[in-house]
């Protein structure tokens, strides 16, 4: 199936940076979503975003929902140790119950203290 | 959030036996769930969709009859892996949306890890 690409594939960081990763598509969504995965685990919901332009934080994390429809980006300040793990974003368009997510390649992140 | 259980966490089989796992959304009712595949170091791959009493959608590709998809109530789902074989060993994973989890939003299990001998 169809799968968003996410850049970087990974990134390697100190613990204090800030991280900035993207998603790129060629068609538009109404709603982005980005995860996080840590290694065993199903991913868990950071940020939701529902119209194009928007800005959302959620406490370090900052997501966009790009005005074209077709991207968005992820930031995470002051990276910690517990930031690691995979990043996905996910696009969604909203099509009643037949919608579904289609989710980028994910983006993984490494913290060194 | 809202939160989906998912049972078991791992299981290991022997080859040509069935094994069965269960999603259930905890505080809210699912009207949809999927189920997903996970290959170490890939994405999730959408298997098939489910809707509350109706037959699962199955994504191309994926057998149906090998992979069983029953959505009986508004908080159960359940996937059989049939005559499971060896290259079915992967990380299942459920996913659930529906009246009360937020707006259109798919909450995930934390999956489950399946060893084929």
């Known amino acids: 199936g169809q799968q968003l690409n996410q850049s970087p594939q990974s990134m390697f960081i100190q613990e204090g940076e800030d991280v900035s990763m993207n998603c790129t598509s060629s068609s538009i969504f109404n709603t982005w979503l980005w995860y996080k995965q840590d290694p065993g685990e199903g991913p868990v919901l950071l940020i939701a975003?529902?119209?194009?332009?928007e800005l959302t934080s959620n406490g370090r994390l900052t997501a966009q929902f790009g005005i074209t429809r077709k991207d968005s980006f992820l930031n995470i300040s002051a990276s910690i140790p517990s930031d690691v793990g995979i990043y996905f974003c996910?696009?969604?368009?909203?099509?009643?119950?037949?919608?579904?997510?289609?989710f980028g390649t994910g983006t993984r992140l490494q913290v060194t203290l | 959030g809202a939160v989906v259980s998912q049972h078991p966490s791992w299981v290991i089989c022997k080859s040509g036996t069935s094994v069965k796992i269960e999603c259930r959304s905890l505080d809210f009712q699912a009207t949809t769930m999927f189920w997903y595949r996970q290959f170490p170091k890939q994405s999730l791959m959408l298997m098939a969709t489910s809707n509350e009493g109706s037959k699962a959608t199955y994504e191309q590709g994926v057998e149906k009859d090998k992979f069983l998809i029953n959505h009986a109530s508004l908080t159960l789902s359940t996937l059989t892996v049939t005559s499971a074989h060896p290259e079915d060993s992967s990380f299942y994973i459920c996913?659930?949306?529906?009246?009360?989890?937020?707006?259109?939003?798919?909450?995930f299990g934390a999956g489950t890890r399946l060893s084929v001998l």
């Open positions: 996913s659930a949306r529906g009246v009360g989890s937020g707006t259109n939003i798919q909450y």
């Open positions: 996910a696009g969604q368009l909203n099509t009643g119950t037949a919608s579904k997510l289609t």
């Open positions: 975003l529902y119209k194009a332009g």
